[in-house]
């Protein structure tokens, strides 16, 4: 099953692969993995998404938590979180059609960050179930092109950091 | 100065290390990785902002495409893209503040995607620097966590992916 690993890792280079080097070492597929800077300077936070059994969630999530540069590794699989993605979705888009792919995609918190001659970009944020029924919904169109960042999670409702 | 990278890559075990070690052998540190779902079943589409020189990156970018499981590789530094963040943050809020926190996020397209008792998220989405100038915001009420994807970025208008 998907299990989401959340960790604080410090801002430097080789980390990520280090990161990487173990999942691949266990010959784990990283479904993503994302890393962005956190509340703290010199700190990023990781979010990835890994197909694996229970038990070998929690080894690759303690092998984590030993690497030097990581520290908070947290499997919140079974938490509530808020978990988000977001997508940049080029659909086909004759000048005619803008107002209806327009209508079409505000329904899904989404919008149309860019035109052109015969395709549009469209924005949307929102989980990745949102995205793939948004993508679902626009391939009849032609889709084109997409780049998603992969899955973000945060714990709902406690404290999981430290004020910065 | 940041150079951002797109490609696309295999959805295979072993890749994301191989990108990683890549950079790690160059010792260029990673500013963000993304990888997500592509438009084409199998794979994923990766977006990489790294500190380097010009000389640097282009060879950084020549070899990525080399890997046997990545193509199409493309240094967007100088091009006109649409590039997004999207954020997830704790801000520390006791229950009367949530109408202020609430009026204030509005502005910057975010909205409160969780409450708890002394804490909200905060969910946004835009470019880097909305994003950190809305962190800037908060930051007085007390930042307890962030959660960033990083960059993907999207040429403007041209079409450069097939359709699926």
């Known amino acids: 099953m998907k299990h ?12 990520l692969n280090r990161v990487a080097s ?15 800077a956190s509340e703290s300077r010199g700190w990023s936070r990781m979010t990835i998404v890994v197909d694996a059994t229970r038990t070998s969630a929690r080894l690759v999530a303690a092998n984590l938590g030993k690497l030097v540069a990581v520290e908070e590794v947290t499997d919140v699989t079974h938490l509530p979180t808020v978990a988000r993605d977001l997508a940049l979705i080029r659909v086909r888009c004759a000048p005619e059609e803008r107002g209806p792919v327009h209508d079409l995609v505000a329904g899904f918190r989404a919008r149309v960050a860019d035109v052109g001659s015969d395709s549009v970009i469209v924005e949307a ?6 995205l793939d029924s948004l993508v679902k919904l626009l391939r009849p169109r032609g889709v084109l092109e997409i ?12 404290n999981n950091g430290t004020e910065s």
């Open 125 to 130: 944020a929102g989980t990745e179930e949102d």
């Open 147 to 158: 780049v998603r960042t992969g899955r973000v999670a945060m714990v709902r409702g406690g």
């Open 4 to 15: 989401v690993l959340l960790a604080r890792v410090q801002d430097q280079p080789g980390v």
């Open 22 to 36: 173990l999942f691949r070492r266990r010959a784990f597929n990283i479904d993503s993995l994302t890393v962005g």
